[in-house]
């Protein structure tokens, strides 16, 4: 079941400091706590699809959650006047696409132009920080919004907008792709041999090895700074 305000409020998260099991802290800034606890422009009743002219839905492969957006674009302004959103995610999650909703639809709207260059760090930034190891739940609502946009531009008729974001295969022998390395990325693996441990990537195949690399440093610099 897609997270209620039931489930919002009877979450136990509400001190600042949350351990793992083992033991290990991190700390969660009193923004995230707010719009964890209070998320702005969460889906609550039933949707009549109908009503928007762009809906989205992503999954996470780094922890199975799931993520729904529903978007209402004025098509002569190109620009975000509603944004909805219901999720499977964590509190981190919540949290993000919660500000990422805000941030669209704040001073009557963003053009879609400009909600399409809004990155995880922006999101971030605005939470004043998050967790390293919850990055990746910022990246769910993200993407929401991309394949909301990518709907309305198909369906506006605007097909040179459509971002296609193919996966590139980088090792032919493991079929791993650079899409695989991103999320083993956002999933914590921050060096060649956690990457490995995660994908397989180059092991058997040390032509490759250079280019995983390569991919570990662009993504972590995309997404940790
Ligand atoms: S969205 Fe799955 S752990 Fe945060």
Redesign the pocket.
């Known amino acids: 079941m897609f997270m209620n305000s039931a489930s919002v409020k009877s979450t136990e998260i509400g001190t600042a400091d949350v351990r793992d099991h083992k033991g290990r802290g991190w700390v969660y800034s009193d923004t995230v706590k707010e719009h964890f606890f209070n998320p702005r422009n969460l889906m609550l009743e039933e949707v009549d699809e109908t009503e928007y002219n762009a809906v989205g839905r992503v999954g ?1 492969p780094a ?1 199975g ?1 799931e993520m729904k957006m529903w978007l209402k674009v004025d098509l002569s302004a190109d620009k975000i006047i509603e944004c909805k959103w219901r999720t499977f ?2 509190g ?2 919540i949290a993000a696409t919660s500000m990422l909703s805000v941030m669209v639809t704040e001073n009557s709207g963003m053009q879609t132009e400009a909600a399409l260059k809004i990155t995880p760090r922006d999101i971030m930034e605005r939470l004043d920080g998050l967790p390293n190891r ?1 990055i ?2 910022s990246v ?1 609502g993200d993407k929401a919004l991309r394949a909301a946009l990518n709907y309305y531009f198909r369906n506006s008729g605007q097909f040179h907008r459509v971002i296609v974001e193919g996966a590139r295969v980088i090792d032919s022998q493991t079929n791993v792709t650079d899409r695989d390395i991103e999320e083993a990325v956002l999933d914590g693996a921050d060096t060649l041999e956690k990457v490995q441990q995660k994908t397989k990537a180059g092991i058997g195949n040390p032509d490759v090895v250079a280019e995983v690399e390569q991919l570990i440093r662009f993504y972590k610099e995309k997404y940790y700074g």
């Open positions: 996470s922890c959650d995610g964590c981190s999650a919850k990746h739940c769910l």
